[in-house]
Structure formats: structure tokens, C-alpha cells
């Protein structure tokens, strides 16, 4: 009985999409503040793409980024590797799901002021780290050119945390090395934060941009979303001189 027990939950945690660290990769004890040449990245015309796996991602964790490389004059585009579409679930209706999780990403995306946005069709909650999805990363960035390259951490992520977000930093940051244009990797949803934005003056705007993914989130559930979101960005504002701030790992592209 217990074997089949251990079995049963081995094969839940095999299938979900989710990731658990009982023993993460501890992150450095001191983070020291290093500036990506922030004033080149709020700087009119400068070039930057959002790599996530899924739609939502961008408005959960870096609305307030958004919205400030807006108000900057910033080209920013956006790439998203999976549909959200849950299709490894058997009762979901992935088609559904796929129309409505990309309409809702275009209605956000046009909000924060997107120049362009690509989804790559990869399956959601199965993202592989494989040389064919960096390949068509690396060829979807090679036409945007960007200077800056805004991703998920995945080498410090938090202890639970989705495999397709891990799995989509991983990919980016093999990606950039194939274009010679990016200059910087912020990675973000981090324990290693050493560069935060000051978001405080556009913090309401943020909250509504997650108001769009009407799919994902509603009523209480979006009520608790916001408040996970702001306590975050109290956290990360101990690291900039606002209220609330989000933060990054920033890495120089070295070649």
C-alpha cells in the first residue's frame, strides 16, 4: 500500500507543472547594487524585449517596469514561448483557452505600450530547455535587437515556482548569447535582487494591468494576487528609494 501511495505521489509531482526545491541553490548572502546602465535603459528608443512563458507573466511580475519603460519612450517588445492554453490538463479546452489567454496578452501588452509581440506556440507547462526553442528564440530576438533582455531567474528562483517559468530563463539566457545586440539580462522573480526599479508613482496603473487577464484572475482570487504582488514589492523597495519596486538579478552579457 505504501509503495503505491509513494508511487501515486510521485507521479502527481512528475505531471503537475510546478517545481520544488527542498534544498535550493542557496543565493549569494550579500547582493551588492549593480546599475545595468538604468539610464540607457529608460532612455527614448532604446530597444528592450520581455521574454515569458506564458501570457499574464509580464503584467504579474513587472507590470510597474512596464509601464515606466512606457513612460520613457522605450521600444519594448514582448515574447511569450507558451499559449497558457493548460493543454496538459485532459478536461481543460486548450483551443479555448489558447484564443482567450492571447487576446487577453495582446489587450495588456497594448496597454503598457508593446511595439510587438510574438508567441512561440511551445507547449505550456512542458517547456523544454532544447536547442530547437532557443533556436527560435534566438531568431525572433535577432529581429527585434534589443539592448536589454528582461527574463525569469533560473538560477535563483523561489523555493516553489513554475518549471516553465525556470525552464523559459534558462532558454533566454542561452538565446542572448546568439544576439550580438543585448548588452544586459535583468532576470527577474529572483532571490538574488541587486537592481530594483523604483515603481511607486505608477502603482495603481500596475494593479490594473493584471485586471486584464480576466481568466486568471477575478474577484478574490485577483484581490489576493495583488496583495502577494504588493508585499513583493515592499521587499524589493528596501532595495530603491520608493514604496514599492521591482526587483532583478542583472547580468552583463558576456560573449
Request: proline share 5%; net charge neutral.
Amino acid at each position: 500500500m505504501y509503495g503505491t501511495l509513494i508511487g501515486l505521489a510521485w507521479g502527481f509531482m512528475a505531471y503537475q507543472p510546478m517545481a520544488f526545491d527542498i534544498t535550493p541553490r542557496p543565493a549569494p548572502k550579500a547582493s551588492p547594487k549593480i546599475d545595468p546602465d538604468a539610464q540607457r535603459l529608460f532612455a527614448k528608443g532604446t530597444r528592450v524585449v520581455v521574454v515569458t512563458a506564458h501570457p499574464d507573466d509580464s503584467e504579474y511580475y513587472i507590470g510597474g517596469t512596464l509601464l515606466k519603460l512606457q513612460q520613457a519612450g522605450a521600444e519594448v517588445s514582448q515574447v511569450v514561448l507558451t499559449d497558457g492554453d493548460k493543454g496538459y490538463y485532459p478536461w481543460e479546452d486548450a483551443a479555448k483557452n489558447r484564443k482567450i489567454r492571447r487576446a487577453e496578452q495582446l489587450e495588456a501588452s497594448r496597454t503598457w505600450g508593446a511595439q510587438e509581440l510574438h508567441f512561440l506556440g511551445f507547449p505550456d507547462g512542458r517547456l523544454q530547455t532544447s536547442e530547437e526553442v532557443v533556436a527560435k528564440l534566438a531568431q525572433t530576438l535577432q529581429k527585434l535587437r534589443p539592448e536589454y533582455v528582461l527574463a525569469f531567474d533560473d538560477e535563483y528562483p523561489p523555493r516553489v515556482s513554475h518549471q516553465d517559468h525556470r525552464r523559459s530563463g534558462t532558454v533566454a539566457r542561452a538565446a542572448v548569447q546568439k544576439v550580438p545586440t543585448v548588452r544586459w539580462t535583468l532576470l527577474f522573480n529572483t532571490r538574488a535582487v541587486d537592481f530594483a526599479i523604483d515603481v511607486s508613482e505608477v502603482w495603481e496603473k500596475r494593479k490594473e494591468l493584471l485586471a486584464i487577464h480576466r481568466s486568471q484572475f477575478q474577484g478574490e482570487k485577483l484581490q489576493g494576487v495583488q496583495y502577494a504582488i504588493e508585499e513583493a514589492a515592499m521587499n524589493d523597495a528596501e532595495k530603491s528609494e520608493g514604496t514599492y519596486a521591482e526587483g532583478y538579478r542583472a547580468l552583463r552579457v558576456e560573449r
